[in-house]
């Protein structure tokens, strides 16, 4: 297909995929002149892709770019594509010295190793957990941190969920592709999932209507 069928395909505009095949998000097409170039059903899988980690996963352009050449290399375990695609996914940085932040980075490091993680305090994901449980801690919810071990009892069975649908379901050729796929977008169908169980909690807990009753109230 030339370029403008894969954008009517994709809904992609054609200067956004000359701008992705420039940053070598997208691999260029395969020139059957001077000025043109054909495209097939890879380039418009990998589209797709590119489109879902920036407009769903929220992944920055430089960040995709990471995150692909992880997909793309052959030579990389598993478990290294893995972590290239958290380490993106991280939104850390350069650590506060305040008592707050160092209080936090300790009690992150003791749930690591609380949990036996294989992972490590300076990962980009226990950073973002230091900082946010900081944050946490000067507004006086400091007693959230008590919570840590049933938030990581369901981060646990939520991976071990995510991990399991890919290795059971998906086909070898496709799996880096669907582990990384599962990684970015899992999360956004995870929050958006808490944040529908909260609601229902909050309606349980405190004895309010959800939306839906109060519309069959109204109905009836």
């Not at 894969?6 to 995929?17: A, C, E, H, N, Q």
């Not at 598993?78 to 707050?100: C, I, P, S, W, Y």
């Amino acid at each position: 297909m030339r370029i403008s069928e894969l954008s009517r395909s994709t809904g992609v505009p054609v200067p956004t995929i000359k701008y992705y095949v420039r940053e070598g998000l997208l691999p260029p097409g395969e020139l059957t002149s001077r000025n043109q170039a054909i495209y097939d059903e890879t380039h418009e899988r990998r589209l797709r892709l590119i489109r879902a980690l920036l407009d769903v996963g929220g992944l920055k352009v430089a960040a995709i770019a990471e995150v692909l050449r992880a997909v793309d290399d052959p030579a990389r375990p598993m478990h290294k594509v893995l972590g290239a695609v958290a380490d993106q996914l991280g939104t850390a940085r350069n650590e506060d010295d305040d008592a707050e932040s160092v209080a936090a980075g300790a009690a992150v490091a003791e749930l690591i190793a609380r949990r036996g993680w294989s992972a490590h305090e300076s990962d980009p994901a226990a950073r973002d957990l230091a900082r946010a449980l900081a944050a946490m801690e000067r507004v006086g919810h400091g007693a959230f941190r008590g919570l840590l071990d049933d938030y990581a009892e369901a981060a646990e069975l939520v991976a071990r969920a995510d991990l399991g649908y890919v290795d059971r379901r998906v086909a070898v050729d496709d799996l880096v592709e669907s582990v990384v796929i599962g990684t970015v977008l899992g999360a956004a169908v995870f929050n958006a999932m808490r944040r529908l169980a909260h609601v229902d909690a909050s309606a349980r807990l405190f004895g309010q209507d959800t939306a839906a009753d109060a519309e069959r109230k109204a109905a009836d």
